[in-house]
């Protein structure tokens, strides 16, 4: 199978073609021609950081937004900050706690919304599909209503540059969203989060937070044959953000144990194999 020898791409997840004999995927020769200045992309985040006086972090007590935390308070000194959880029905518990822990830790306001995603997360594991989309843009939208009630402009998260955008996005009624951990390598992450109480749950797939991904890698890969984060994680290792060593054990097909597999499945009402 083809593989790019720039990042993690291979045959199943993007087109690959020869470039002066080495051989290169299409998301490389885009990011070849149009490459990203990281620092310029810390210096616009620096300079929009400046102006923010109050504001909400979407906090989901993974490891990356407890990390935009820790740098909305102790690196920018945002003055007004409140945590803000949505909890999508299946978090793991210790990111509830970690998350409790962290903001007190930080000394910053939490505020826990629960909602229940079932809904999008039976038809992804019927589909074999991935439920991150969609979870990802019903959080936000939970998110920027909070926001708009409580007179926010401003939600910092802990996502990344994604392909090739802005490191903030004008969301509707006003409302911004600062991707703060945007070209943030995974090293820097770490050496934050040493400083803070948070404990690394171990769960499978990229997760420090969600109990439905690893049940949904492996249905996607029993269709698919390949992990539904392939493209994501290969933009990290393009970025050099992730060490490729890093990136292949990510995209290994995940080992999930069954309390796990049986607590997703029965919460959802499915049978396993269905
Ligand atoms: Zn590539």
Redesign the pocket.
Known sequence: MLK??????DERT?K?DIIDGKL??R??QV?LKHPIDREAVRQGLDELMENVERAIVAYSGGKDSTVALYLAKEVYKVPELEAVMVDHGLMAREAIENARRVAGALEVPFTLLRYDYSDIFREALLKGQSPCRACSKRTMEKLRKYALKNGYRYIITGHELPFGHHPYRLMSGGVVQIRLLSMMTEEERLEILKKLPFELPELPGYTTNCLVLGPALERYWEVHGHSFEHRRI?ALV?YGLMSRERAEKELEKPEVPEWQRKLVFERLGLNRGS
């Open positions: 790019c020898s720039l990042c993690v791409n993007a690959i290169i995927c998301e490389c990011y290969a393009r």
